[in-house]
């Protein structure tokens, strides 16, 4: 469903958005089947080169060994400098476990969103919606997301929850 202007007041939803005064740390332990799409989010926040891509898709055999999520921690000790600093950055912002209000952090758009996955594959889930804010950023004139990753997440969301974007 698609809200015009504002952001809807819905029981039992996760909102993302970078209008709230109080947000929730949001996480990044996304399940690795969604690795690409965190991979991509940095490229488009650019935080990694194109030739970075390949690097660090190669890494998803080796996280698998640790666990069936995305290990920020585990994924700065493995990959080689200079962009486990980038991964260093990044946990300095998703170190949380989540919540109900998830921002959308300015220079990480694109992974911010990516960050709602984190809820797929968790077992005992008490969300039913997912409401993603795509107006305009102050002092910008366009949607914050790229329309590919947008529909790839929000894809992924629709396997689980109902989906609504703010327009």
Known sequence: M???????????AVYLSPRFSKYDIPSLSIPLNYYSLFVRALYLDAHITSQSIELLLSFEQD???YSDRLDLRVLESIIPPPLHRVIR?????????GG?????????????LVSLLFLLGLKEVRVESMVIDCR????????????????????????????HLVV
Not at 136 to 142: N, R
């Open 100 to 112: 109900t209000r998830l921002p959308i952090i300015t220079g990480l758009e694109h992974t911010s």
């Open 136 to 163: 305009p950023l102050k002092g910008h004139y366009e949607i914050p997301f790229d329309l590919r990753l947008l529909r790839g997440v929000v894809g992924a969301l629709e396997t689980r929850f109902k989906v």
């Open 89 to 97: 950055r990044i946990r300095g912002y998703f170190f949380g476990r």
């Open 2 to 12: 698609i809200f015009v202007g504002a952001i809807p007041k819905l029981d039992k």
């Open 63 to 65: 996280l698998r060994e």
